[in-house]
């Protein structure tokens, strides 16, 4: 039992080493103070707008949400997470197919003879770091799809600007013309606005949505052209200049760090297919790790010391731009 405890607990620290790692680091929070500095300027419409907004989802919650809402951690924030896909999924889909794919691995895993706390241990990981993983991944695609593709966007504004349309209307120009996550998003602030949201605010809450430096720093550009006065169609126009080039800049330090990522991924790889092998040809020497409690402790270790050397690996190639 005491062995059990251990492999368990080492693998957790695994799974908190894996999040650390893929969590990266988030210098945008500095550019999110100043804007909810610059929001906390507008008064009461936008309070009472909140209010609104903030009864309109907890009616439109549905009962499943609600109950799954009891159970998982976090619900405002995995309502964020799964907002931030571009989905209509709810938190109560999330449940569900958490549950379900958990009842499964572990239906799988009782017959196939595992142990029951190994069989709880691993349906646990399963329904809880599966989707939470498929969820990452789409957030990703979506917003790197937009990150390519937003300039493109800022570019439209400025000509609209020029042309003479306010920046209002021109929104919903570039939400009507622009296909993808960018046009979406777009068009989201654009209705906002039309039903009695303040820019700021509706460009605040597409920020915090998307969580992307490159729309903070384009609401920071806006809030402090509200507030200083300028040329906004110039601001904008260099502000697609920097967003270009520091795409560059991301490509480029992809470039110089694929090798090291190739290498890092061949390497950790390298075990679990040497295991996979070996239990092609041997089954019943692999199988001794589950039921032999020195070799579940060997192998925890294993695990850990592999997991401490890929998070080191994966700081060394994540860049901060």
């Not at 610059?38 to 009962?63: E, F, S, W």
Request: hydrophobic residues 50%; positive net charge; proline residues 3%.
């Amino acid at each position: 039992m005491l062995s059990m405890l251990v492999l368990m607990l080492g693998a957790a620290t695994v799974l908190a080493m894996v999040v650390l790692a893929l969590m990266g680091p988030s210098a945008e929070r500095a550019g999110a103070r100043r804007v909810a500095a610059l929001r906390d300027r507008h008064g009461p419409a936008d309070v009472i707008a909140d209010a609104q907004a903030r009864r309109i989802a907890a009616v439109q919650a549905t009962r499943m949400d609600l109950a799954f809402g009891k159970v998982l951690p976090n619900r405002a924030q995995l309502a964020k997470r799964l907002a931030m896909t571009g989905k209509s999924w709810t938190v109560g889909n999330y449940g569900l197919a958490s549950a379900g794919l958990a009842v499964g691995v572990a239906l799988l895993l009782m017959l196939r003879g595992a142990p029951l706390l190994l069989t709880l241990f691993l349906a646990l990981i399963a329904g809880l770091g599966l989707p939470h993983l498929y969820v990452g991944r789409l957030i990703g695609k979506r917003i790197n799809a937009f990150t390519v593709r937003f300039p493109e966007a800022i570019e439209l504004l400025v000509r609209g600007l020029r042309s003479g349309l306010p920046i209002s209307e021109t929104m919903g120009v570039v939400g009507a013309e622009m296909n993808g996550p960018v046009g979406e998003e777009f068009r989201g602030v654009a209705d906002k606005m039309k039903i009695g949201r303040t820019m700021d605010a509706a460009l605040q809450e597409t920020a915090d949505r998307l969580g992307t430096p490159e729309f903070q720093f384009f609401v920071i550009t806006i809030a402090i052209q509200r507030e200083t006065g300028g040329n906004l169609a110039e601001t904008l126009s260099n502000l697609a200049d920097v967003l270009r080039k520091r795409a560059q800049m991301k490509l480029k330090i992809k470039a110089m760090s694929s090798e090291a990522k190739a290498s890092a991924y061949i390497l950790g790889a390298l075990p679990f297919a040497v295991t996979m092998l070996i239990y092609l040809t041997a089954p019943d020497y692999v199988g001794n790790f589950l039921t032999d409690q020195r070799l579940m402790i060997a192998g925890g270790g294993g695990l850990i010391w592999m997991s401490i050397g890929g998070f080191v690996m994966a700081k060394m190639v994540s860049f901060e731009i």
